[in-house]
T-cell receptor
């Protein structure tokens, strides 16, 4: 399984962009990069995933480095509801296993 | 879209008692199903996953077991609970590979 490194915590001001980094230097060429977030007292929620190209959806953008050893989840305008733990998960297709690390706890300041 | 049901929402059980947690999925067929546990203040630990009826893969040796008697039903069991089994138990489902996982509301288990 590929290992990930994420900051333990980050802070952002409300309505400002947030860039959440993830290092996954041992990722294989066919591993997808998934991001989930977990709000307090809830189960995780899917945010976005990608393979090589940058991806956008209504929640966030995912920027994947050209060498694929790192990626950045971008929240374009943080709100108080975005305060959560964000998990970066390399996923190997066909293994069916999603291994959650410790994630980054994002605090959004009003 | 799919909906995942888990019950009960909270549970307090004495050490040595049995456990049965049930998860059912609506709105899809032939999902991949998962059980996770989250100890207080910790990350999610994958316990079991299943890619079909009767097919169970275990990730962590422990006194828990899982079964999938029907396509959209996943059950987590224990014959004798330990204090260390306390935690937030989450069921999840994926529609395919490598698509997103959907999580249920979870069961918060306290073993006393």
């Amino acid at each position: 399984d590929a290992k990930t490194t994420q900051p333990n915590s980050m802070e952002s001001n409300e309505e400002e962009p947030v860039h959440l980094p993830c290092n996954h230097s041992t990722i294989s060429g066919t591993d997808y990069i998934h991001w989930y977030r977990q709000l307090p007292s809830q189960g995780p929620e899917y945010v976005i995933h990608g393979l090589t190209s940058n991806v956008n959806n209504r929640m966030a953008s995912l920027a994947i480095a050209e060498d694929r050893k790192s990626s950045t989840l971008i929240l374009h305008r943080a709100t108080l509801r975005d305060a959560a733990v964000y998990y970066c998960i390399p996923y190997t297709s066909g293994t069916y296993k999603y291994i959650f690390g410790t994630g980054t706890r994002l605090k959004v300041l009003a | 879209s799919q909906t995942i049901h888990q019950w009960p929402a909270t549970l307090v059980q004495p050490v040595g008692s049995p456990l049965s947690l049930e998860c059912t999925v609506e709105g899809t067929s032939n999902p991949n199903l998962y059980w996770y546990r989250q100890a207080a203040g910790r990350g999610l630990q994958l316990l079991f996953y299943s890619v079909g009826i009767g097919q169970i893969s275990s990730e962590v040796p422990q006194n828990l077991s899982a079964s999938r008697p029907q396509d959209r039903q996943f059950i987590l069991s224990s014959k004798k609970l330990l204090l260390s089994d306390s935690g937030f138990y989450l069921c999840a489902s994926t529609l395919g590979d490598p698509y997103e996982q959907y999580f249920g509301p979870g069961t918060r288990l306290t073993v006393t």
